[in-house]
Structure formats: C-alpha cells, structure tokens
C-alpha cells in the first residue's frame, strides 16, 4: 500500500514538475535570504537594518494578499507563479551587478525586499490553489503531505547552502539563486491544468469574499485560527540565541542545531503523512497535535539540557506538521475551484502574522518575564488554545475524514 500510494503519486506528472518547481523555488528564496542578510550586515553592521530586511518584505505581502487571492482565481495560477519566480531570479540578478558594480546600498536592499515580498504575496494563494489541480481527490492529502516535505527540504537545505557558498562572496549565492529561480518559472511554465477562471468581477466586493467565506466555514475558521493563535503563543524561534548561549551554553554551533530541529520534525511526519494520511478522527488528532506542541514548548522552556531541548524542538515541528499537512488538505476541500486563490490568501495572512507577531510577543513577554517564563507561558497557552477550540468549534473537532463521504440518496 505504501509503495502504491507513493507510485501514484509520481504518476502525476504535471504535480511532479510543479513540486520539483516548488523545491527549486524555495531553496533559491531561502538561499537569497541568508545572503541579503549578511550582507546588510556587513553593509550597515546594524541589527535594526536586519530587522527592516524582515519588515519591508512583511508588509507588502500583508497588504497584497487578498488582491493576489483574487488574481489567483481569475488567471493561469501557473503562470502567476512562474512570474513570481522569474522576479525572484531578476533580484539576484540585480544583486549580482550590483555587488560587482560597487552599488549594493542599504537602499537597494531595502527596495530588493519590497520587491520580493510583493512576489511572496502573488505566490503563495498560486501555488496553494493549484495543486488540488493537478491530482485526483483521493491523492489530495499525500499530495498535500508532500508539497510540506519539499518545503521542510528546502528549508533545512538552502540557510545552509547559501552560508556556505556566501564564503565565496554573496555574487556566487545570487548567481545559484538566479539560475534556480529560473530553473523553477521554467518547470512552472511546462505545468499544464483545466484552467476555470473566477466570474466575479474584479470589485472589492470579490477581493473580501474569501474573508467571507472562511469566517462562514466553521471547519475552515476553527482550522485556520487554531494555526494563528498555536504558533502566536507557542514560538520559541526568536528567543533561540538567549537559550544557546545563556542557557543551553551551546553556542553558534548549537544554535544552528536548535533551528534546524523542528524543521527536521516536521520532515519526517510530512513524509510519513505522504505515506500514511490521516484517515479518521482527524479534528481530535489536529487538536491533539497541537496540545502536544503546547507541552513540547513547555519541556524546551524548562530543559537545561542540550539533548532534551533539541529533541523538544524536534517534536514542536513534528506536532506542527500534522496541523499544517491537515488544515491545507481541509482548505482545499472545503473551497470549491474558483474560491481556492482567495481562501489561500486569507490563509497565507494568518500564517504570516503568526510568524511575525509571534517573534514580537516572544519578545515582549521575555522583556517581562524572562526567556524561560515567556516559552513556558507560551507552551501553556497554546494548551489553553487547544482546549477551548475543541469546545468552541465543534465541527472542526468532531471531524472524522478529511474526505466527507456522499450523503446516501
């Protein structure tokens, strides 16, 4: 079964392409990231230059998200994607001539992020509503489990291929940057689908709708807003470098160790999830996921051991990757085609501001209450989350199959 399943999956061939054309992508965005980084870094030498690198790709992927939802519905969601990939090859061809040209300037970087947060905007409800396009139903979830595996791959491979092709010089980054960005728009362009625009007139009206349909969608709202408020309270990432070196006395080292665990947890279970989807009992096990991500928070803030605390981290991205794997599969069946695009972008707003706020109130509540006291009281929280949103949406936590079977006649 587990050879069959996988077998089938590597028989859609146009899900092929555009999975290879996601882990290109993504490396090349992870890669051009360590590498604009450092070299503001070295530019400006100032962390709070680092921080507006974050910032300026931030807000303009918030501010364009539903616009794009709408574009996504409305055309070739392949070719959106591949548009966005060839702008990300264009930035570091710009930042290749402009490094060898002598004019790599904190402005430039600055309006490189802008631009790059503009194409993440686009990128993200393209991509998401497009795969349920190109795999049969039953194969959704695998396909779904295996779109998350190829982004953990990237995730762990391409920091660290870029630091280590950045000793050679950011040009060398920019370059396999470029030429995989390009790699990726090219695969994209080959990807052929039924292409079924959305009737809804370009208005406001349609841009909101998909707000509308989330928040009417209990099952959708419950899943969506769990992610939001679980990786909101629960995040320890930004507090990372005070518990390698004051209390893990770990060092860079160790502090490479620690941010590669979850991604290393959250590979696996994608792919045991690619072989072995989730069959029944799927609200209980998504909330169940996330409580066990609340308590292995709670284990990370208190360890003062090396081993533990990796092996914590490890499960958060674990536990993580169920409620990922499980919510983008309930998306895209509750969202009929024409919707997809704009319910990815309400999707990809909450995901983004989880992230982001998420690093500010880990740091805000260790200001308060110290590193160790804001995991822990995050780890509790996202305990309390779990709790509450069993009770509070139970269509969400009463949820059997991730495919509902036909009502009988």
Known sequence: MLN??????????????????????????????????????DITSSAWDLGLVGLFQFVPALLMALPAGHVADRLHRARIFAFCMAIQGGVALLLVGATQGGFATRG??????????????????????LTPQLVPQALLPGAVALSSSGVQIAVICGPALGGVLYVAGPTTVYVCGALLSLISC?????????????????????????????????????????DLFAVLLGGAVALLPIYARDILDAGPVGLGLLRSAPAVGALVVSLTLTHWPLQRRVGHRLLGAVALFGVATVVFGLSTHFGLSLLALTITGAADSVSVVTRQTLMQLETPDEMRGRVAAVNSIFIGASNQLGEFESGATAALFGPVGSVVLGGLGTLLIAATWLRAFPALAQRDRMIQPAPAA
């Open 186 to 226: 090219a695969l994209t362009l080959s990807v052929r689908y039924l292409h079924r625009p959305s009737g809804l007139a370009p208005t406001w009206r349609s841009v909101f709708v998909g707000v509308s349909f989330v928040w009417h969608r209990k099952v959708l709202l419950g899943a969506i807003s769990l």
């Open 4 to 41: 069959n399943r996988l077998s089938d999956l590597f028989a859609q061939r146009q899900f092929v392409r555009f999975w290879l054309a996601r882990l290109a992508g993504t490396v090349a965005s992870q890669m051009l990231m360590v590498a604009v980084a450092w070299q503001m870094y």
């Open 108 to 129: 430039l970087i600055l309006a490189v992020a802008v631009a790059l947060g503009v194409a993440r905007a686009f990128q993200m409800p393209a991509q998401q509503a």
